[in-house]
């Protein structure tokens, strides 16, 4: 499966930004996918993961700012990030678990800075 992650940008702190990611397969078929970001100088991170019922999941630092959610008619997956802090600021990476452990499918992700 190939994931295109697009949508970062730069905002102030506070500020808001929706990330998607689209799969050229079917991600019912898919199953779990995850939003992951790594940070310069810092290993990459798992920051929110979807099943194919839908429930999330979420690193403790981006709870409550953060949602995953998920279109399947369009086979894309969504990261709506607001509150945003400049520690939220990395690459921000789709991927599956399998993907993720087989260090596979990472694309290029995309830029998310936060800054004043």
């Known amino acids: 499966v190939q994931l295109q992650a697009f949508g970062g940008g730069e905002v102030q702190p506070g500020g808001s930004l929706r990330l998607s990611c689209v799969a050229s397969?079917?991600?019912?078929?898919?199953?779990?996918m995850g939003w992951y970001r790594q940070a310069p100088g810092r290993q990459r991170e798992l920051v929110a993961s979807?099943?194919?019922?839908?429930?999330?999941n979420y690193a403790e630092s981006v709870k409550g700012r953060f949602t995953i959610s998920k279109d399947n008619a369009k086979n894309t997956v969504y990261l709506q990030m607001n509150s945003l802090k400049h520690e939220d600021t990395a690459v921000y990476y789709c991927?599956?678990?399998?993907?993720?452990?087989?260090?596979?499918?990472w694309g290029q992700g995309t830029q998310v800075t936060v800054s004043s």
């Open positions: 991927n599956t678990p399998l993907g993720a452990v087989r260090n596979e499918n």
């Open positions: 397969g079917n991600i019912i078929r898919i199953g779990i």
């Open positions: 979807i099943t194919g019922a839908g429930t999330t």
